[in-house]
């Protein structure tokens, strides 16, 4: 649906066949890849196969990747729960956290550091979801490839739309989100200090 111009609006339906109920409609037509599983690799053990392993090979723009470390990189959640949900991603095509060689959980670790830094800093959440899904089992959908969530939480971000609809209402188009991070990234040096608690803290 298109309004005068090009741009993109919302076609009123009354002129259209069907009965009047009172609801609007959000048609997320791009989401349907995600519920079907069109998106996920017939034989999830071939690298080949993997969007984890195809995106480093893109472009940033075109892979959606925010920042590229030597043994780990960043990328965008192509379903986001919440705008600017991130993953950590290992380049080798690992499926455990315990996988890891102690050069990559370094890296690994050190970018969800600065994944959380460059959101607080881009965006100001209010809190954060870090998490690991192990396994098919554990609710991984590409259970092959070892991600980490970075998701950024805000007062009010959970509305009804994903309760009734299984539907999250995002408001800006991912690559406006990939590239303002990447402009906003922080710096991932490990050797840097994590900051301890305050005298008097802990």
């Given at each position: ?14 002129g ?7 609801f ?12 079907t ?22 472009s ?8 590229r470390?030597?043994?780990?990189f ?17 380049y ?15 890296e ?9 830094l ?15 899904n ?5 609710g ?24 009734v ?19 906003a ?15 008097g803290?802990g």
């Open positions: 649906m298109q309004q005068d111009g090009g741009a993109p609006g919302v076609e009123a339906s009354a259209f066949a069907g009965e009047p109920d009172g609007g409609r959000l048609w997320t037509p791009h989401r349907m890849a995600y519920i599983g069109g998106d996920k690799p017939a034989d999830p053990h071939d690298a080949q196969q993997c969007p984890f392993c195809r995106a480093p090979s893109r940033d723009a075109e892979g959606l990747v925010v920042h470390g030597e043994r780990a960043v990328v965008m959640n192509l379903y986001p729960y919440n705008p600017g949900h991130l993953l950590v991603c290992p080798r095509h690992v499926s455990s956290y315990v996988d890891l060689d102690a050069a990559e959980l370094a690994f670790t050190a970018l969800t550091r600065a994944a959380v460059t959101l607080r800093a881009a965006s100001d959440p209010a809190g954060f979801n870090l998490g690991m192990q396994g098919a089992v554990a991984a959908g590409i259970a092959a490839h070892l991600h980490q969530h970075v998701v950024p939480r805000w007062a009010g971000d959970a509305n009804f739309l994903p309760v609809a299984r539907t999250k209402a995002l408001p800006e188009l991912l690559e406006d989100t990939r590239r303002r991070l990447a402009d990234w922080t710096s991932t040096d490990p050797a840097e200090p994590v900051p301890g608690p305050a005298a803290e």
